[in-house]
């Protein structure tokens, strides 16, 4: 039961990082418990009643989307203040470990130690990008630099990145391992300007090892912040230190990204993280269980596996859904009683379930074409492009990764699709009918999608 709850409320931090600044979190929560969960109350530990107060006033609201979406209710909160027990709440996180006199930083800054290799299940999806993160921490600087993740939403990034940093700590390689979100590194770097603080504020990211900046999708269109990033690449990467990026697309898809740093992401080696298959989701689920030690049966884990397939995080969180729900009820789940309950998260994985095939089928008949002409190797314009409008319908409306993709177009390769999906925004652009039709393919698609 306090493995569950441990899970469970780590399960609701994770939410709640994405809702809240990293800072405001590692502040008032990183100390916080789940002490009791029912059906209609939960408790929650705090340090002491400022905490309690804190949490109240500000954070109340996330708080409670962070648990709904968790739990998938919502019990009245109550918060009980550890007296006494301190010792099992840990204190406020110190301060940024950071000499206040030179600007540089002693320690590991932002690690999440729970997101390690070990905990990483490895399959055909994904197994590029962990070859090649376990390379770069047994080697920081000296293999792949920089290396850039890839992929959609709750497919691993933040978990790899992490994990690299982690595994260069352990092995004692050295202390100067730096996380950041892009947004925190901008806000960061704002408050810097603001403060004239910039030499501070570039000693700590010039004199890091290792830098890992997760989401640079989110520098797109910040320019200053972008040139200050610039700048910290270059002294990094000149420096032989390893730099690590993760986005949710590549880096030639990227808005706004000036092109100087579009072509160093490009630099060392991108890696494409991709929706896991079934057998890799049901080893994820075994081993999110293995930690869990609740009773799920084999029948309820092939459930979630064949109904969610395209978002780890998603997957993860029905899980915990279930575990919450059988320990509530006290008997192993089973698959009609947890259905119901899971509703919001299943659903929403099936609005995402266009089929490339459907979008080849429809395209090739609003343009008079045999549905072989989208996998056919002919080059015509009036068949090419066309094809080209599928591919740039199939990056949009699935969850398909490039590979993928140029897979089902007969075999082509990812460039192919890339090059693609930029043809046709161009001529969308400069073609406004082309334009309503391509709008018009999508509306339809998305409207033919199951529910
Ligand atoms: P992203 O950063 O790509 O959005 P995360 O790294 O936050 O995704 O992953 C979402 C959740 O899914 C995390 O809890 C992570 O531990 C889990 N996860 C993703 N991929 C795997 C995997 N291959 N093995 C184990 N857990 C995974
Ligand atoms: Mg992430």
Redesign the pocket.
Known sequence: MKEQLEEIWSAIC?ELRQRIPADAFARWFAGARLLELGEKSARVGVANTIYQIWIEENFIVPLKESMLAVLGHLPAIQFQVAEGRAKDLPAPPPEEPEDAHNGRHHGVIGLNAG?DFE????GSS?ELAHAASQAVANAPGKTYNPLFIH?G????????MHAIGNAVVRRGKTHKVCYVTSEQFTNEFIDAVQKGSLPRFRRKYRSLDVLLIDDVQFLGGKDRTQEEFFHTFNSLFDGRKQIVL?SDRPASEMRDLEERLVSRFEWGLSAE?MP?DIE?RIA?LR?KLAMMKVPVGDDVLYFLAQRITNN??RL?GALLRVAAYASLSGKPPTVEAIEPKLRDLLQEDHRHSVSIEAIQKRVAELFDLRPSDMTSKKRPASIARPRQIAMYLARRLTKSSLQEIGAAFGGRDHGTVLHACSAVADRIAADSSLKQKVDYLERELKGTQAT
């Open positions: 994770g997101y905990s990483y299940v490895v994904n992929g939403v709750g497919l691993g990034k933040t978990h790899l993760s993280l896991p890799t994820i081993k780890v995080r993860e």
